[in-house]
């Protein structure tokens, strides 16, 4: 589960495991519709991150996922830090790619 330290008043330091990137996978599978230019950008950009550096905020429609899983807005903060394991972004691409046909036909 994710993890959300407030540092102070302007700095979050976050903590994502492998299991976050699954319950993220799982939510863009229940409503592919509502998120699928997000599902769209995550598959099309991350290798362009070396997919274990992508930012979320890069792209206007990618950080809903995330902020849902946190559960708070990272917006609020002046900075943060992201502390995830490799598997964690190789996971979360795989699960954007087996969505991505299904989101592409979505918005057509």
């Known amino acids: 589960m994710a993890k959300v330290n407030v540092i102070d008043d302007r700095t979050l330091k ?48 990618t950080a809903q996922l995330f902020e849902n899983l946190l559960g708070i807005d990272p917006k609020q903060y002046k900075t943060f830090s992201l502390d995830a394991p490799d598997a964690f972004f190789y996971s979360l691409y795989g699960g954007m790619a087996s969505l991505y046909e299904e989101a592409k036909k979505s918005v057509s």
């Open 14 to 61: 976050i903590e994502l495991s492998l299991e976050d990137a699954i319950t993220m996978v799982q939510q863009a599978a229940g409503e592919v519709a509502r998120f699928a230019g997000e599902i769209i950008t995550i598959f099309e950009e991350m290798p362009k991150f070396n997919y274990t550096h992508y930012c979320f905020y890069a792209f206007d429609d």
